[in-house]
């Protein structure tokens, strides 16, 4: 079972990044000694999370960090793409728990000295719960405190990053968090959404300014999702609705950071759901940046709606992963040529790609062939964009390793590496081998 590419892809060349991703809260465990965070809160509440389990244990990665950089390095990827904790490194008082700081230096100098290039995400959701207790991301404030902790922290590391990104996917942590509610801190109103990706967006550019100035030897960015919007049916109503569904979960959070502005959409909103916008905002988000992370897994389809201004309808007879999500492979080469022709944009790296399947662990192996047919025909769906001209300069596959899935719990499994919850022993699927002999193969 492998995975190819075809001889002469850039993808193929050794100045190609090829990584494995993971995030704090989905691995780490050891939440006795950090702070507590909104997931923490949210996986308390009854009926949040579909298993009812939580985070403080996770994949033990605080305890096991030593084997599973070793199990990277066995993977053959260059680069390993994981998320600091902010609860973990700041203490309540806004000064930095030097045990926390310490936990992620043992990991970038081990990480160095096995020539594995640590890309350093800032915030991957898990926001201090005593901020939220402050308003979180719809008070302005936390945007500032966002960057008095990059300040902090990267003062901290010093010269043992790579690259550093502001933030992960703020579409999850702005509609899924604010405005729809199934993520934490599990509020849900549309104004919230908006007023949160708003203050999302400022603490990307406060953060790139930091950057800038005291990290200016990285490779500094910011990580976007998209699930390219498609019209059901070629009639311009839906035409239309697959639009306004593409500017609102998608665009939203990308023209500002290049046309310093929100798409066309924002008129369509009742003037209490628009953010509050204060003069120079759009200036400081759209600092220059030095690459442009792109996760992407499905594409959705939309009609019109007589009562809605778009409506998202299930594509019944599609392949799906085990989460429910379309194997859609060309909506990844479309996504891609697409931003590439409506922005001006810095070099991009494919910052997550993967599929949750209903994995089994028999005799010691998981034979995850569905696995291994997604990556295939998703890579293929990049190494199209590439020959189409969009500058794509690496590819991390989500995820390293089985993990907390969010509101899933622990139901899905994204990894490439089968984690037994209860031992927690580490099984390289044949995904994870696939990809490792691929890379190798360069």
Known sequence: MKITLPPESPMLSKDFTFGVATASFQIEGAADTRLPCIW????????????????????????LWQQDVDLIESLNVDAYRF????????????????????????????????????????????LPQHIEDQGGWLNRKTAFLFQDYVEKIVTALG????????????FCSAFLGYEIGIHAPGKAKVAYGRQAAHHILLAHGLGMQVLQQLSPNTENGIVLNFTPCYPHTDNPADITAARKADEYMNQWYIKPLFDKCYPDIIHDLAQADRPIIESGDFDIIAQKIDFLGINFYTRAVYEAHPNTLYAQIDMVNAPKTDIGWEVYPQAFTDLLVSLNQAYDLPPIFIT???????????????????????????????????????????YFAWSLMDNFEWAEGYLKRFGIVYVDYQTQQRTIKASGLAYRDLIGSR
């Open 40 to 63: 923490d809160t949210f996986c308390a509440q009854a009926g949040n999370i579909r298993d009812g389990s939580d985070g403080k244990q996770a994949c033990e990665h605080v305890k």
């Open 83 to 126: 998320s600091i904790s902010w609860p973990r490194v700041i203490k309540q008082d806004g000064n930095l728990n030097q045990e926390g700081v310490d936990f992620y230096i043992h990991l970038l100098d081990k990480l160095n000295t096995k020539g594995i290039k640590p890309y350093v995400t800032l915030y991957h959701w898990d």
């Open 159 to 170: 010269n043992r990053v790579y690259s550093y990104a502001t933030f992960n996917e703020p």
């Open 352 to 394: 997550e790609n993967g599929a949750a399947m209903a994995d089994k662990l028999t005799d010691g192996k998981v034979l995850d062939t569905d696995r291994i047919d997604y990556y295939q025909s998703h890579l293929n769906a990049v190494n199209n964009a590439i020959t189409q001209g969009v500058n794509v300069k690496g």
